[in-house]
């Protein structure tokens, strides 16, 4: 994840999007997901633009980490590692296959309510 996040900084990975402006490209590289921390839709504006955006991904990690916590079998999160690397902050995430769940219709939901039955009632 390290050389990936490397690779995208240095320009050594061409994005998936690469019309789009250099902020908001996306890379993926050896089945990982790669994102730079930026506020590409205004998302964090009104908190501080950028600069809230480049605080964002460690809190994403944080909520990973605090769910991988609890255990819950059958659960999983995605793989998540955020590094800086020469002034940015890139989020790299396993990728999961489309086809994971594709015997199992309405997994989504399913999981919501197991969840919500288990852990919250």
Sequence with gaps: AIRGCQAVVDGNIMAINPGE?????MFIWNNMFFSLGFDVKDHYKDFGGDAAAHVAPTNDLQ???????????????????????????????????????????????????????????
């Design 21 to 25: 402006e250099s902020k908001v490209h």
């Design 63 to 121: 909520g990973v980490r605090a769910i991988n916590t609890l255990d819950i079998d059958g659960l999983h999160t995605l793989g998540t590692v955020v590094v800086d690397y020469k002034g940015l902050r890139v989020t790299a995430q396993s990728i999961v296959p489309d086809n994971i769940y594709a015997s199992e219709p309405n997994v989504s939901s399913r999981m919501e309510e197991t969840f919500v039955i288990q852990y919250y009632t």
